[in-house]
C-alpha cells in the first residue's frame, strides 16, 4: 500500500528510454512525484561509443558516463539488481530489497545470448564494452589474412553498427598500411544493411563494393568453430577468419522471461501507447515488441510517449502523446563522414526512410547527438 500521497513510478534500466522517461517526469512534477530508477550498473555508454573504444579512439573510462552523476528533482537512482518482477502487483525485488509502485517501467533493454551460437563465447564481440577492450588489443596484432565481421541473429541493436564496424576497420587497416594484406567480409541477417530505408541500403553497398568488402545478406553466423578458425552460416557454409568480430544474438533478460510478460521473446505492448498486458506497467526500449528498430533513439522516443501518458494520468488533464515510431540514426561511413537516415514506422502503410548523403558535415549533428544528452541527463 502506497503510504505517501506521492504517486510512485518505478523505472527499471537507466539506458535512453529510463534516462529521458524520469527527466521528463522530475521536469514535470520536481519533487511532487516518487521516481525510483533502477539499474545494475554504474554509468551509461552510448552505443556508438564502443565503436571508438575498439578502434581506440577513446578508453571505456572517457566514454562512460557516471550515474553518480544523475541527480534531479523527485527521482532516485539506485545501483541495484533485478531478481523478479511481478507485473500483476507492480511489485519488483532486487539484491537490496522490494520496491512496489503505482506505475511500473520496464526499460531493461536486450542481453547477449552467448549460448545461441556454439563457439561465440571463444571469439571476440565488439556489442559490449568488455568485448570492444578487447578488440582494441587485438586489433593491432591483425595485419594480414581474412577478417569476418559476423552477426548472429536478428534483431539486434542499432541496425547500421555491423555495417559502421566492416567500414571503419577498413580505414583503420588502410591508415596502419596493411590493408592490401586484409580481406573484409560482412555477414548479416537482414536482406540489405537498412531494409526501411532502400536508399541508405544502397549506399551503404555501394561503399562495400568501392572498399573491396565482401557483403553477404541474409545469412546468419549459427556457429563458430575456434580450433579451425571458421565460422558456420545457417546455410551450412564454411567461412575462415583469422579475425572475427561478432554481433551476439539478443534476448530480453532471463528476469522479464521469468516475468510472465514476454510472447515469442519480446515484451508484448501496444506499440503506440507502450502499455503491456498490465494495467499500471509499461515497457520501452529494446525488450519491447513495438515494431521499431532495437536502438537508443527510438527507446527514447517510446520513453517520451510514456511520460506524456504518465503526466495526463497524474495531472487529470490533456491528452497524451502517442509513440511516432519516428527515429534518426547516423552511420559512420569512414572517412570522417557522416551519414544519415531518418526512419518513421508509423506514419504510413510501411516503414520509409530518408537517407542523408554521408558528409563531414554531418559529424557535428551526430556530436549533437550526443552532447545533448549528455547535458540534459547527467549535466555535463
Known amino acids: 500500500m502506497n503510504t505517501s500521497s506521492k504517486p510512485r ?4 534500466g537507466a539506458g535512453f528510454g529510463g534516462l529521458e522517461l524520469t527527466s521528463l517526469l522530475s521536469e514535470t512534477f520536481g519533487a511532487g512525484i516518487d521516481v525510483t530508477l533502477i539499474d545494475k550498473s554504474d554509468g551509461f555508454v552510448f552505443g556508438f561509443s564502443k565503436l571508438d573504444v575498439m578502434f581506440g579512439h577513446k578508453t571505456a573510462d572517457q566514454v562512460r558516463l557516471p550515474y553518480s552523476n544523475y541527480a534531479k528533482p523527485g527521482v532516485r537512482l539506485l545501483r541495484q539488481t533485478v531478481t523478479a518482477i511481478d507485473p500483476e502487483r507492480r511489485r519488483v525485488t532486487t539484491d537490496a530489497g522490494v520496491h512496489e509502485a503505482d506505475f511500473l517501467i520496464v526499460a531493461l533493454g536486450a542481453d547477449y545470448d552467448f549460448d545461441a551460437t556454439p563457439g561465440l563465447a571463444g571469439a571476440n564481440e565488439f556489442y559490449t ?26 534483431p539486434y541493436k542499432c541496425p547500421p553498427a555491423p555495417s559502421e564496424c566492416a567500414l571503419m576497420l577498413h580505414d583503420y587497416l588502410v591508415k596502419r598500411g596493411v590493408r592490401e594484406a586484409c580481406e573484409i567480409n560482412f555477414v548479416l541477417p537482414l536482406p540489405s544493411p537498412v531494409p526501411p530505408s532502400p536508399e541508405t541500403s544502397r549506399a551503404l553497398v555501394s561503399a562495400f563494393v568501392e572498399r573491396n568488402i565482401g557483403f553477404i545478406p541474409g545469412r546468419r553466423v549459427a556457429s563458430i568453430d575456434n580450433a579451425r578458425t571458421v565460422a558456420i552460416l545457417d546455410d551450412g557454409v564454411e567461412m575462415q577468419f583469422d579475425l ?3 554481433v551476439p544474438k539478443h534476448r530480453v533478460p532471463d528476469v522479464v522471461i521469468a516475468s510472465g510478460m514476454t510472447e515469442n521473446g519480446w515484451i508484448t505492448v501496444n506499440p503506440r501507447t507502450l502499455e ?16 521499431t528498430p532495437k536502438a537508443g533513439v527510438f527507446a527514447e522516443g517510446a520513453a517520451r510517449a510514456v511520460a506524456s501518458d504518465l503526466i495526463v494520468k497524474l495531472s487529470n488533464s490533456g491528452t497524451a502523446k502517442q509513440y511516432d515510431g519516428f527515429g534518426t540514426c547516423y552511420i559512420e561511413f569512414g572517412g570522417g563522414r557522416i551519414g544519415k537516415v531518418e526512419v518513421d514506422f508509423f506514419s504510413g502503410p510501411k516503414p520509409t526512410g530518408t537517407y542523408h548523403e554521408a558528409s ?21
Open 244 to 246: 572475427f568480430l561478432g
Open 360 to 380: 563531414l558535415a554531418l559529424r557535428a549533428d551526430k556530436e549533437h547527438f550526443g552532447s545533448s544528452r549528455r547535458a540534459r541527463w547527467f549535466g555535463m
Open 276 to 291: 503491456t498486458n498490465y494495467a499500471g506497467v509499461y515497457a520501452v526500449g529494446d525488450g519491447a515488441n513495438t515494431g
Open 129 to 154: 564494452v568488455a568485448g570492444a577492450e578487447r578488440l582494441r588489443d587485438v586489433l593491432p596484432t591483425f595485419t594480414r589474412g581474412r577478417a569476418l565481421v559476423g552477426v548472429c541473429g536478428a
Open 9 to 12: 513510478v518505478l523505472v527499471l
